[in-house]
């Protein structure tokens, strides 16, 4: 069995619950916050600018050194454009001995355009896909959003699959958008409110798993660092791969 340690944060393009916006703030959050909580897997959302051409807003080399992590996206084929850091504000970093095998960008469709980025590896002799998504406010798009997730799935090779992200869910359960009606596989996780900073009130960010592993020791980061840098806490848990 084999245990990996990740975090997912919405950082709200850098904007701050006193309405300032300071990506340096958010790249130190991370390193004093979600450091003790990421030894593996690191996914940001709303990381990038929200209009064409999606520019950086995060010093990513920085955000690098301080968790010990490799930014997965160093290949133009893996950013939206030359001026992204990711996909549509998705942005993932893995630990090092992550042996990336295949990796895509999934366009999923909205009112606002939303994608998923998809990461197959191995890793201490096991295989597995790390997936990231900002997925809709609304319920009928994040079902046809997941739906698409899971035809994705359904033509790639069998693998546990980890999917961390602002899946915009509110209910504890998931509704349709997470179930294996839609998706073809059961996605599996706690949920834990996280939004609004302040004071949390709906599990919009989740990590999830599907058999036979499992996710544990989740927990969301109340530190007055994170909370001052985003309108969404960030979450950490533990993904069992069997």
Known sequence: MLELSCATWNIHRAKGRDGNVNPGRVVEAIGTALVPHADDILALQEADGECRPHASILDVARVAELTGLDYVHNTLSLRWGPQSDGFLGTILFLHPRFEQVHADLI??????????????????????????????????????????????????????????????????????????????????????????????????????TNAPGTVKDVSVIDTPETNLASDHRPLAGRVIVG
């Open 107 to 208: 366009d999923l469709p909205g009112h606002c355009h939303r994608g998923a980025v998809s990461v197959e590896t191995k890793v201490d002799g096991k295989m597995c896909r790390i997936m990231s998504t900002h997925l809709s406010l609304s319920q009928p798009l994040r079902i046809i959003q997941m739906r698409i997730i899971g035809q994705y799935l359904r033509r790639r090779p069998d693998m546990q699959t980890i999917l961390l992200g602002d899946l915009n869910e509110w209910r504890p359960w998931g509704g349709i958008a997470l179930s294996r009606k839609c998706v073809g596989t059961k996605l599996c996780g706690p949920s834990l409110a996280t939004f609004p900073t302040g004071r949390p009130l709906l599990p919009l960010d989740r990590i999830l």
